[in-house]
């Protein structure tokens, strides 16, 4: 993975840093002790550290205002060890680029006024546009060793506020490319005032690592930028994009960005773009942001400094990058009129009103599956009988309301289990209504009309879906709401002289950190391991898929999601065919997220190969050979070139699979060092 044959000098530059690479036990690479496996500096010997010096880390050591009004400020330039680094990449190696962005603080308005600024003109329509931008014209003075002073070429404003807060905002790289394929970046945001107060107030929206629960990392511009609070340096109201007349400030752009599709402007068919760096068209009409909208502390965190930004001071440009088809103007599509500034705007929508679904900020972006008018609905499967091969399974289990009230199964709209096995890997499954199930005010009982097949071995799975179909009070309307309960998972033993659980994969909380609440197939079915039941190894759309369209397309667990998140990154075609034939096309579907970190969706120590010896092969008659053996179809789930089968199907005997020869946890090809970023 890495090309270690490229690296000169190493014996040199080990006997150089080596005080500083030092290890209570030299038989344990430095590396192990400071990187995970999921990093690839975890694989790097002493000797390869010590030259290589991983890591980028700025920090602004002290600053001043020169007599010719311009700031200076001393850099300190270090590695992950807190050596220091030769800016120049002469000592250490990989040169280190830094780019400087300097900006007032407005906490009145929560934003920023760059100082550096640029001016940019269209070629496509010739309109020019101010823009905040990095530094130019400054200079640098080499200190010593890791240490460095830039003299800005921007000047202080003739007005400067002394006492307000201002803002270094930095950002850089360190090119490492041709020795272990890496870059380092390090952004730094530095807060003083001029006048050498107290920061009393500052920018502290929300954080990155809410960004990274989905954005893994948020990497913008080259992947340099990655910090929000460095975005919005730039990313203010002074800056817009003059090829399309659309502001890039911040509250306005990540809005519509993640509306995307369904803004109304674009619904309309006006597409959101904006034109960047060398007119390349960056296109958001069809972005789907993968859960509700509404759900705004997805990325305002309730725990970041001014987290209640976004609902105590509502203004026209947050509130209308959303609401895009509203005039302020004329005052179309808003119903109290035109509104000629942000006077008025906390007058009508104030933080929270005494309803839901009111003009209130919280009240207005109510979920209804959320909604504190439902009473909630749990299920509990308490416990199941006759579940020998041949024999009709018996079923107690409990639904209650969120006060613990049971309800009867029969008021509810569906009440129908699932049980699959066996559980080493699913192959069946049988379902069975429980509406008409006997309850005696507390428990319910149901027995399966159908028996276990005779067959059948290990043990099962029992799960249900279950919802309620209710309506609850809207601001001036009824809302429909299908209520859901968390699908129950139970597992038994058919021919096990012990119940033998479903091994766990996928942890269910990290699918929710992108999808909030991950609710398919109509909405009531939220539990992923419920999801496996059906998506095993051996079924595929061929029920529903129209016979021109054959062959089938599997739908196995792992290969369908591996493939949906793949998306655009796949070079086949990816299509699904639903309840009713309905088509389900993923090659657009692009991953926030770097799909090398199998972590974003698995539990640890789940995806290293050998898999567990009774894994299942999956059937992919649309793919380049079936059936896959349960590695293989891992593995070219993701990676699904001609090339990547054709080694899949020659390591492949008819008795098994020797990917774990060379991807073995402990090989030189493990999958979590080939995954390693």
């Given amino acids: 993975m890495f090309a270690y044959t490229r690296i000169v000098a190493i014996a040199f530059m080990a006997s150089m840093m080596a005080l500083a690479f030092q290890t209570k036990n030299s038989d344990i690479p430095l590396s192990a002790h400071k990187y995970a496996p999921d990093q690839a500096e975890f694989y790097l010997s002493n000797k390869q550290a010590q030259y290589v010096r991983p890591g980028l880390n700025f920090a602004v050591e002290s600053w001043e205002i020169n007599s010719e009004n311009r700031l200076v400020v001393v850099l300190s330039l270090k590695d992950d060890l807190e050596q220091p680094l030769d800016r120049h990449g002469r000592i250490t190696p990989g040169a280190i680029s830094a780019s400087f962005i300097l900006a007032v603080f407005d906490g009145d308005q929560n934003q920023f006024h760059a100082y550096t600024t640029r001016n940019a003109t269209s070629s496509i329509t010739g309109a020019s546009a101010e823009q905040a931008a990095t530094d130019s014209g400054g200079s640098w003075v080499d200190l010593e060793l890791g240490r460095y002073q830039y003299t800005f070429g921007t000047a202080m404003p003739p007005d400067l506020d002394a006492a307000a807060t201002h803002t270094i905002a930095i950002y850089g790289n360190r090119n490492l490319q041709d020795i272990i394929e890496k ?94 760096f060398r007119n390349s068209v960056h296109d958001y009409s069809e972005v789907h942001f993968p859960q509700d909208v509404r759900n705004c502390t997805t990325c305002h965190d309730i725990d970041a400094p001014n987290a209640d930004i976004y609902y105590t001071r509502p203004t026209r440009a947050s509130c209308g990058s959303c609401h895009d088809d509203v005039n302020w103007m004329t005052g179309a599509n808003h119903d109290p009129g035109p ?29 209804p599956e959320k909604s504190g008018q439902l009473d909630g609905i749990h299920a509990e499967i308490l416990d199941v009988v006759d579940t020998a091969p041949g024999m009709k399974p018996l079923v107690t289990f409990r639904i209650s309301n969120n006060d613990g009230q049971a309800i009867d199964p029969s008021t509810l709209d569906r009440l129908r289990f699932l049980a699959g096995g066996p559980n080493s890997d699913y192959l069946d499954f049988m379902t069975q209504d429980a509406t008409d199930a006997e309850f005696d005010g507390d428990v319910a009982v149901k027995r399966f009309t159908s028996a276990i097949p005779e067959d059948a071995t290990g043990s099962w799975t029992l799960s249900a879906d279950i919802y309620r179909n209710v309506v609850i009070q809207g601001n001036d309307e009824e809302i429909g709401v299908r209520e859901a309960a968390l699908n129950p998972i139970f597992a038994f033993p058919v021919t096990d002289a012990s119940t033998q659980a479903r091994r766990q994969v996928v942890d269910m909380a990290k699918c929710n950190d992108c999808h909030d609440q991950l609710s398919l197939h109509g909405g009531q079915r939220l539990n992923v391991n419920e999801c496996t039941i059906c998506h095993n190894p051996v079924n595929s759309d061929e029920e529903v898929r129209p016979e021109d369209m054959l062959p089938a397309q599997s739908i196995h667990f792992k290969w369908l999601i591996h493939r949906l998140h793949s998306g655009h990154e796949l070079t086949q075609d990816f299509t699904v065919f639903g309840f009713r034939s309905s088509v389900h096309n993923y090659n657009e579907l692009t991953y926030p997220g770097d799909r090398r970190n199998c972590e974003a969706c698995h539990l640890p120590n789940t995806y290293d190969l050998p898999l567990v010896s009774d894994a299942l092969g999956t059937i992919t008659d649309r793919d380049w050979f079936s059936p896959m053996g349960p590695a293989s179809a891992t593995c070219l789930s993701c990676h699904d070139t001609q090339d990547a089968a054709a080694h899949a199907f020659v390591m492949t005997a008819p008795f098994g699979e020797s990917c774990a020869s060379c991807h073995g946890a402990d090989r030189e090809y493990s999958v979590s060092k080939v995954h390693a970023r």
Avoid at 200 to 213: H, I, K, V
Avoid at 243 to 266: A, E, R
Avoid at 345 to 367: K, M, T, W
């Fill in 183 to 276: 870059t380092y970046y390090d952004n730094l945001e530095f807060d003083f005032r001029p006048d050498q107060g107290t920061v009393q107030q500052t920018w502290g929206s929300m954080f990155n690592e809410t960004c990274n629960s989905c954005h893994d990392p948020l990497a913008l511009h080259g992947g340099q930028r990655q910090d929000v609070k460095l975005c919005v340096t730039c990313h203010n109201p002074q800056t817009s994009d003059p090829d399309t007349g659309n502001t890039v400030d911040m509250k306005v752009m990540i809005h519509k960005i993640h509306m995307g599709h369904n803004l109304p402007s674009v619904q309309a068919g006006t597409p959101y773009q904006i034109i960047g």
């Fill in 339 to 367: 509104q000629a500034d942000d006077s008025a705007c906390a007058n009508c929508h104030i933080p929270e009103g005494e309803f839901e679904f009111d003009v209130s900020v919280l009240g207005a972006h109510v979920i």
